[in-house]
């Protein structure tokens, strides 16, 4: 890990986490692009960095308190370095019918290529840092509505099925609720049933009430299943999806 730096994108930090976090040797950046929602604007507070230190090649864009790291991700770097690469859900919501004209243009060029597409995570995503700055500059292109929740997602799976996209197994952004891999949690740890560590678990959910663990973090005593919780949401994916296929069969006749 030793060529790898840490940059954190600070959004309303406290002073102590920030005196923490200079400790440990992490980059802080004070958010400058702050007018739209956060899941929007760390993109282009990225691409602003990268473009400010050409020296950094690959980069990986993640969310934070909903994530941890449990082994090396360091060879995700090397792995396709000319693709964008990125774990793709199993089990999901389908984000094409948050595509309008209010919040993007061309809506309907971009949901009719997304359609029956795999969606592809944003939470845990490596980049090469020039396809990063070249993507995600096109963003302010497209975005109407920069506070619009899931635009993220969606451009993040137009463009990187448009530019070149690797799919890495659910081990590297597993989330509890959208993979079908079965596991266990022995002493505060995540495994897959063959006893591999997850190197990447996400805590997805948006809010605490949907999110499938609880006490989510490092050690024992951490990391309590949510069965009801991931029960009902996968099922309500699921029929989501069943239904879109339904009205899709439909609207063809």
């Given at each position: ?96 019918v ?20 795999k ?7 490596v980049y ?16 109407k ?22 799919e ?71 029929s ?14």
């Open positions: 890990m030793k060529d790898i730096d840490i940059l954190v994108m600070d959004y309303g930090l406290s002073m102590d986490a920030c005196n923490v976090l200079r400790k440990e040797g992490v980059i802080l950046r004070k958010a400058i692009h702050i007018d739209g929602h956060i899941n929007n604007m760390r993109f282009f507070e990225l691409s602003d960095f990268l473009k400010s230190n050409p020296q950094y090649t690959q980069v990986i864009l993640c969310d934070s308190g909903d994530i941890i790291f449990q082994s090396d991700i360091s060879m995700l770097f090397e792995r396709e370095s000319d693709k964008i690469r990125g774990v793709c859900e199993d089990i999901s919501q389908n984000m094409d948050l595509i309008s004209n209010k919040i993007i243009v061309n809506a309907t060029e971009i949901r009719n290529f997304l359609r029956n597409k969606l592809i995570n944003a939470g845990f995503v090469p840092s020039k396809t990063f700055i070249e993507i995600y500059s096109n963003m302010f292109k497209i975005i509505d920069k506070n619009a929740w899931g635009v993220d997602m969606l451009l993040l799976n137009y463009f990187a099925y448009k530019k070149g996209f690797y890495l197994h659910q081990k590297y952004n597993f989330i509890p609720t959208t993979s079908s891999l079965k596991y266990v949690i022995k002493d505060g740890k995540f495994y897959l049933s063959d006893g591999e560590i997850i190197p990447v678990v996400h805590n997805a959910g948006g809010k605490k009430m949907w999110r499938p663990i609880d006490d989510f973090g490092y050690g024992d005593g951490h990391n309590v299943p949510r069965p009801m919780v991931i029960f009902l949401l996968r099922t309500f994916y699921r989501l999806s069943l239904f879109r296929k339904f009205v899709r069969i439909f609207e063809k006749r």
